[in-house]
Antibody, heavy 122, light 109 residues
Framework: EVQLVQSGAEVKKPGESLKISCKASGYNFTNYWIGWVRQMPGKGLEWMGI????????RYSPSFQGQVTISADKTISAAYLQWSSLKASDIANYYC???????????????WGQGTLVTVSS | QSALTQPASVSGSPGQSITISCTGTSSDVGSHKLVSWYQQHPGKAPKLMIY???KRPSGVSNRFSGSKSGNTASLTISGLQKEDEADYYCCSYAGTSAVFGGGTKLTVL
């Protein structure tokens, strides 16, 4: 069974760093790109970026380039989303998702994690 | 890179059909056949309903269909059911990245 299990909710202060994870199981991790999607409270979905775990080829939305870093560790089948300095505007639920094989569209996701809520407050 | 434009809300009665539009530009929706649609119920992760404009993943009801004309893609849901009440998002290929629409809240009256 394919599963993407994300790390738990985080409460951080402005300026702090953070790395959240997405642990994959039930399939060959290196064969599928993993993407990250932001959903701010009460708002819509935003495509942030995507990584190929096999070779770490990474693409970012222009809106998120330089704001976050996406990485992956294929030895433990995990993908990561990290911030070096959080802001109040980073408060959101962050989803990881698997791009389904054979798709040319970086937004075609067939399996999703449960989401990680990030709260930033002084 | 701007979000694709969707109506904020649509509604319909059980058994009826509704259509949700998704308008982009010649740089995204209008330039290829890579448009997807997602359904999201409150507190849940999104679910892929349509990909490549009109294809349905395995397990998705054939009451859901997609189409595209020019810079506008559309999702049609026929035979509305209460369980279809959710938020719907389109998503288009945009070069090396992707862009979502602002989302449409579907209310089944």
């Amino acid at each position: 069974e394919v599963q993407l299990v994300q790390s738990g909710a985080e409460v951080k202060k402005p300026g702090e760093s953070l790395k959240i994870s997405c642990k994959a199981s039930g399939y060959n991790f290196t064969n599928y790109w993993i993407g990250w999607v932001r959903q701010m409270p009460g708002k819509g979905l935003e495509w942030m970026g995507i990584i190929s775990p096999g070779d770490s080829d990474t693409r970012y939305s222009p809106s998120f380039q330089g704001q976050v870093t996406i990485s992956a560790d294929k030895t433990i089948s995990a993908a990561y989303l990290q911030w070096s300095s959080l802001k109040a505007s980073d408060i959101a639920n962050y989803y990881c998702a698997r791009r389904f094989i054979g798709s040319y569209h970086p937004g075609d996701f067939d399996y999703w994690g449960q989401g990680t809520l990030v709260t930033v407050s002084s | 890179q701007s979000a694709l434009t969707q109506p904020a809300s649509v509604s319909g009665s059980p058994g009826q059909s509704i259509t949700i539009s998704c308008t982009g530009t010649s740089s995204d929706v209008g330039s290829h056949k890579l448009v997807s649609w997602y359904q999201q119920h409150p507190g849940k992760a999104p679910k892929l309903m349509i990909y490549e404009v009109s294809k349905r993943p395995s397990g998705v009801s054939n009451r859901f269909s997609g189409s595209k004309s020019g810079n506008t893609a559309s999702l049609t849901i026929s035979g509305l059911q209460k369980e279809d009440e959710a938020d719907y998002y389109c998503c288009s290929y945009a070069g090396t990245s992707a862009v979502f629409g602002g989302g449409t809240k579907l209310t089944v009256l």
